[in-house]
């Protein structure tokens, strides 16, 4: 399994070379996979139209809409309930997870329950996160960012990279996403992590990190 972890899809052609050269074919010969599950978690982007946007390629993220040969959907939420030959089989022929943002421990949770996070390691494909989607990889997500309380209360992520994100940094949107405040949030991490903006993305192959952007991302080594 290959990663593309960014703050808000695929957002300029820096990253959208790197996801090319990551997939190791043409975009319109790529089979994806949307996972809408984190967006349910949220209060601000699901359930509802926002997730029908994400899944049906309207959303303002480029992710979907991207010209993939096929998009399907694996809501996470349903796999524990479907005989697992159901499915094993379209995730082993997909090229490409676009994994939504939301809430990262509510998809850290459905991707343990679902066994997903069990089999992507072992996956040919390429997953590509936004925002929670990306930070839900990690080992921890922070306490700034728990929003939905998973069972054992904790901010763990399924540790499937060795760093944690800060995602979104100096939006407009959210004027709280500072420089500042990413230091502080990396402090608490005890280990390492990175802030990145929306026109940043960090790619991890065989365990090489690389940070793809066009605009803002800073480092931080903690522990």
């Known amino acids: 399994m290959k990663y593309m972890l960014t703050s808000a899809g695929i957002t300029n052609k820096s990253i959208e070379d790197a996801l090319v050269k990551s997939l190791g074919k043409p975009v319109s010969e790529c089979s994806a996979l949307c996972i809408p599950t984190a967006m349910y978690g949220h209060p601000w982007v699901g359930p ?3 997730t029908w946007e994400f899944i049906s390629g309207n959303s303002e993220n480029p992710m979907v ?3 993939w040969k096929s998009v399907g959907i694996l809501e996470l ?3 524990p309930s479907i005989p697992w030959e159901r499915w094993l089989p379209l995730i082993e022929k997909t090229d490409v997870f676009l994994v939504s943002g939301g809430d ?3 998809l850290a949770h459905w ?4 066994g997903l996070a069990q089999m992507l390691p072992k996956l ?3 997953y590509v996160g936004m925002s929670a989607g990306s930070m839900a990889l990690a080992p921890r997500i922070g306490e700034d960012f ?3 309380m998973p069972p054992s209360g904790k901010d763990e992520g399924i540790s499937l990279i060795g760093f944690s994100i800060f995602p979104h940094l100096e939006n407009e949107s959210l004027p709280e996403n500072t420089l500042d405040h990413a230091a502080k949030w990396a402090s608490k991490i005890q280990g390492p992590s990175y802030a990145i903006d929306d026109q940043t993305a960090i790619k991890v192959t065989d365990g090489k990190v690389e940070v793809i ?3 803002l991302w800073k480092s931080f080594s903690t522990g």
Request: no cysteine; proline share 0%.
């Open 111 to 114: 991707m343990r329950e679902s």
């Open 213 to 215: 952007s066009e605009g």
């Open 48 to 50: 509802g139209i926002k």
């Open 124 to 126: 040919e494909a390429v």
């Open 65 to 67: 809409n991207f010209g």
């Open 146 to 148: 728990m929003g939905w």
């Open 77 to 79: 939420t349903a796999l």
């Open 104 to 106: 990262a421990l509510y």
